[in-house]
Nanobody
Framework: QVQLVESGGGLVQPGGTLRLSCAPS?????????IGWFRQAGWQDREGVSC????????YYTDSVKGRFTISRDSVKNTIDLQISGLKSEDTGIYYC?????????????????????WGKGTPVTVSS
């Protein structure tokens, strides 16, 4: 059974940095057609933050995180990592890892989360002074 396990969340001051990791079981990170990070804050809709595709590693970032978030695949650790810098209060939320083995559109298209087949349980990120 495929599982995605997130780690690395926590309480961080504004302007701080954090590194989230997603470890998939039952396969390699390079097996996924697209895998990425999503977040949900309170009552707000879930938002696709960043996704990475198989092959050439096409990356997608939502506008609000461009220049601050970096997604990467670590083939040695077999993880999908999200390096976050310049944290803002609006980055607060539960961060989920999700992915799909099946192509249902472009990396950007699939980063809306609708086509993702597997989801982790999430890791909380709180940005507060």
């Amino acid at each position: 059974q495929v599982q995605l396990v997130e780690s690395g969340g926590g309480l961080v001051q504004p302007g701080g940095t954090l590194r989230l990791s997603c470890a998939p079981s039952g396969g390699r990170v390079t097996d996924w057609y697209v895998i990425g990070w999503f977040r949900q804050a309170g009552w707000q809709d879930r938002e696709g933050v960043s996704c990475i595709g198989r092959g050439d590693g096409t990356e997608y970032y939502t506008d609000s995180v461009k220049g601050r978030f970096t997604i990467s695949r670590d083939s040695v650790k077999n993880t999908i990592d999200l390096q976050i810098s310049g944290l803002k209060s609006e980055d607060t939320g539960i961060y989920y890892c999700a992915g799909s083995f099946v192509r249902m559109g472009s990396v950007q298209d699939m980063c809306d989360g609708v086509s993702m087949d597997y989801w982790g349980k999430g890791t909380p990120v709180t940005v507060s002074s």
